[in-house]
């Protein structure tokens, strides 16, 4: 079947335009998940949603980032009055929810965002 | 809060020589999982291996085996017969046994194998 969809693959964008990264999740799966990867380093979380559930938006850096999601589908990730800083490759990842302790969190291929 | 540390920015290998990448990881868990990940320049983010704490014995996936030591917190991939196709950046990642969580990630190692 599909695997988890994002985009746009890349993004170019100047300095304080808002942009919206997009991710489609595996059919049925009910948690989703936004991480960042800046140049040379690890993958960050971001944001979690789980379900009709409120979400996790423990990682997300500053008030300029939201996320939505409607129901068990499309998911959104916006940053609004984007800075240089935030030129990163943001990935998202979705995964069952079960009675199971780990359920594999499936990764998109990421979309690459460069502010000038 | 959890913490993965991976020493080693950069590494090379001979084709079909043998690698080992070090991860350390901080934890006050006791029970969670362990995931070596592997990520081509296509940015495509593909599971390796994994390792349930819980089992002493160490997963080995082909090729791909890695060595986890509870007590001190290790645990390190180790690439047989590397090859070509082996070439991508390596991140450790830690995830809590409390149904879904984020991942925690190490910063990566890049390895290059070399024909």
């Known amino acids: 079947g599909a695997g988890v969809s994002q985009s746009p693959s890349n993004k170019v964008t100047e300095k304080g335009k808002d942009v919206e990264l997009r991710c489609d999740p595996i059919?049925?799966?009910?948690?989703l998940y936004w991480y960042r990867q800046r140049l040379g380093q690890g993958l960050e979380f971001l944001i979690y949603f789980q379900g009709n559930s409120a979400p996790d938006k423990s990682g997300l850096p500053s008030d300029r980032f939201s996320a939505e999601r409607t129901g068990e589908s499309v998911s959104t990730l916006t940053i609004q009055r984007t800075q240089q800083e935030d030129s990163a490759v943001y990935l998202c990842?979705?995964?069952?929810?079960?009675?199971?302790?780990?359920?594999?969190?499936?990764f998109g291929p990421g979309t690459r965002l460069t502010v000038l | 809060a959890q913490t993965v540390t991976q020493s080693q920015p950069e590494m090379s290998v001979q084709e079909a020589e043998t690698v080992t990448l070090s991860c350390t990881y901080d934890t006050s868990e006791s029970n969670y999982y362990l995931f070596w990940y592997k990520q081509p320049p296509s940015r495509q983010m593909i599971l390796v291996i994994r390792?349930?704490?819980?089992?002493?014995q160490n997963a080995t996936e082909n090729r791909f085996s890695v060595n986890f030591q509870k007590a001190a917190k290790s645990f390190s991939l180790k690439i047989s017969d590397s090859q070509l196709g082996d070439t991508a950046m390596y991140f450790c990642?830690?995830?809590?046994?409390?149904?879904?969580?984020?991942?925690?990630f190490g910063k990566g190692t890049r390895l290059s194998v070399i024909a």
């Open positions: 390792q349930e704490a819980y089992k002493q």
């Open positions: 990842a979705s995964s069952l929810v079960s009675g199971r302790a780990y359920n594999e969190q499936f």
């Open positions: 990642a830690f995830l809590q046994n409390s149904g879904n969580t984020p991942l925690v």
């Open positions: 059919s049925g799966h009910t948690a």
